[in-house]
């Protein structure tokens, strides 16, 4: 074997020894708040399925999603949609080479942030 | 090797060698959701905490339903390739390969509830 080294190599270090940067944490709420959205759209289906089953299933599903709990759940799930949603379109302004530096990508976390907040402050009024 | 493309040079390079089909289908999907999602947002929130007979009553009108069914399936063949990522990033072996068919018959199954459950309120 050539590598003669095997299971004794320096690790690359940990996640946690690096500083929290914007970019880091920005990208990392993406994931979180694209993979959690499957508790909403679970929720969702299950709203979509009662409301056909029939008027008592209905009741049962639609209770649940305008109880406090339900309305908890629904408020950070559209807090969460609308920052994945800014987020893809940081994604998409990247991919066309556009905003790639450091300080510009930093500046569109920031609004990432503030945006997703202040359209979920609009849709709860709205809706 | 003037007469070879960009896109060949870069074709197969890059530790997992192939990539670029599930980038694009993330991107086009990406692009519908961002007119879907806003359009679900406000005629989903709009009706929701009514009685059954204005829920029924208000996706048997075509634009709520289209909206819906289209964010149903547009969103859960996006969440497919995302939570595919997530898994290959951190599960490995065959328990990567397994949570990746039961996480795309998940999305899949959903979806297809969703669709079956909106087109028999619509109807």
Known sequence: MADVNRGN???SPHLTIYRPQWTSISSILIRITGNA???TA???VWWFVAAASGPEAFATADA???SWFGDLV????VLGLWYHLLGGLRHLVWDSGRMLDVDRSELAAQMMMVLSVLLTIFTVVVV | MAFLTDRKRA???GSAKTGTQHHWQMMVSSVALLF???LFIFTFGSILGSSYEEVIAYYQRPFPAVVAILTMLVGFYHFRG???TLIEDYVHGMARKIAIIGMICVSYTAAAFAVFAIIRIAL
Not at chain 1, 74 to 77: A, E, R
């Open chain 1, 37 to 39: 959205l499957i508790v």
């Open chain 1, 9 to 11: 190599r320096p690790l």
């Open chain 2, 11 to 13: 074709s197969g390079l």
């Open chain 1, 42 to 44: 679970l929720l969702i």
């Open chain 2, 82 to 84: 995302g939570v595919q």
């Open chain 1, 64 to 66: 649940f999603l305008t």
């Open chain 1, 74 to 77: 629904l408020t950070l799930s």
């Open chain 2, 36 to 38: 879907l999602v806003p």
